[in-house]
C-alpha cells in the first residue's frame, strides 16, 4: 500500500490531471469515497464528470496522479475488464438492458457474467441464485413486472433494472450517471429511495443535473468545475457558494 493513500477509502483520487489535445479535462482533481457513501457529483458541462468516472473505471488513463480502490489497488496499472472484476460497477445515462429478454432473464444473465462461455451455457440456477434474482427484483421495484419483455418497460424501469444487472455482479462501489433523465417526477423520487437503499451495502457515487434530486438524496456534494473540485459539502452548503452559483447554478 502506497502510504499517502487513506487505507480505508473504497476510493481515492489524488491529484489526478488529464489532457486531451491540450484541453485540461481533470485538473488536479482530488476526491475521497468511503465505505457505503452514497456520494452526488455535480457540475457544469466539460466540468470533468464523465472523465472522472472514465479514469476510474480504466477507460482513460490519467497524465498524473493516483487513483487506488479499496486503499491498495492502483486502477491506473489495470484494464476496464480486470477493474470491473474488481467491484466496481458503471451505470451510463442511456440504460443498456437486453430488451428481447424478461426481466428476470436481465438478471440472470448478468449473473452469468462472471462466468465463462462454456459454463453459461450448461449452467443451471441454484436456489441461491435464485433466492438473490429475487432480492434484486424486489430492490429496485420490478418484482411485479419480473415476466415482462425489457422493451415493454417504461423509461424509468429500464433504468432500474439496469442498476439491478449491475448488482446482480456485486460491485463493491456503483457509479451512476444521471439515472433521473427523462423520467417521470414519481419515479426520480422513488430513484432517490432506491439509491439510498443500495448504498447501505456499498458506495454510490451519483452524477446528475437535476437538483432537487440531489436535494432528495441528502448527501455529501461534490462540485466540479474545469476539472478540480470547486465546492464540496451538504447541498445547503454547496448551492449557496458564490463560486458555484457562478459557474454552475447561475446558467
Same mark, same amino acid.
Given at each position: ?16 490531471? $488529464? ?5 485540461? =479535462? &481533470? /485538473?488536479?482533481?482530488?476526491? %475521497? ?5 452514497? @456520494? ?62 424478461? $426481466? ?5 444473465? =448478468? &449473473? /452469468?457474467?462472471?462466468?465463462? %462461455? ?5 449452467? @443451471? ?127
Amino acid at each position: 500500500m502506497i502510504p499517502d493513500v487513506k487505507p480505508n477509502s473504497v476510493l481515492y483520487l489524488d491529484n489526478v490531471s $488529464v489532457s486531451f489535445d491540450g484541453f485540461k =479535462a &481533470l /485538473n488536479s482533481l482530488s476526491i %475521497v469515497i468511503e465505505p457505503g457513501e452514497l @456520494r452526488a457529483i455535480i457540475g457544469p458541462n466539460g466540468a470533468g464528470k464523465t472523465t472522472m468516472m472514465d479514469i476510474i473505471t480504466g477507460k482513460t488513463r490519467p497524465d498524473t496522479g493516483q487513483v487506488f480502490f479499496n486503499g491498495q489497488t492502483d486502477l491506473t496499472k489495470l484494464d476496464e475488464a480486470d477493474i470491473a472484476q474488481l467491484g466496481i460497477g458503471r451505470k451510463f445515462q442511456k440504460p443498456t438492458v437486453f430488451e428481447s429478454h424478461t $426481466v428476470w432473464d436481465n438478471i440472470e444473465l =448478468a &449473473l /452469468n457474467r462472471r462466468r465463462g %462461455v462454456f459454463s453459461t451455457l450448461f449452467y @443451471r440456477l441454484s436456489s441461491e441464485d435464485r433466492s438473490r434474482i429475487d432480492e434484486i427484483l424486489s430492490t429496485v421495484r420490478l418484482t411485479h413486472r419480473r415476466d415482462d419483455l425489457a422493451a415493454n418497460l417504461s423509461h424509468g424501469q429500464k433504468q432500474w433494472l439496469e442498476i439491478g444487472m449491475l448488482l446482480a455482479q456485486e460491485p463493491k462501489l456503483l457509479l451512476v450517471d444521471e439515472p433521473v433523465a427523462g423520467m417521470t417526477d414519481a419515479e426520480t423520487a422513488e430513484t432517490a429511495i432506491l439509491l439510498k437503499e443500495i448504498a447501505k451495502t456499498r458506495s454510490v457515487v451519483v452524477v446528475e443535473h437535476d437538483m432537487g434530486f440531489i436535494r432528495d438524496l441528502g448527501v455529501k456534494v461534490t462540485c466540479l468545475a474545469e476539472g478540480s473540485v470547486l465546492a464540496e459539502g451538504s447541498i445547503d452548503f454547496v448551492s449557496s457558494d458564490p463560486k458555484v452559483i457562478e459557474n454552475y447554478l447561475g446558467r
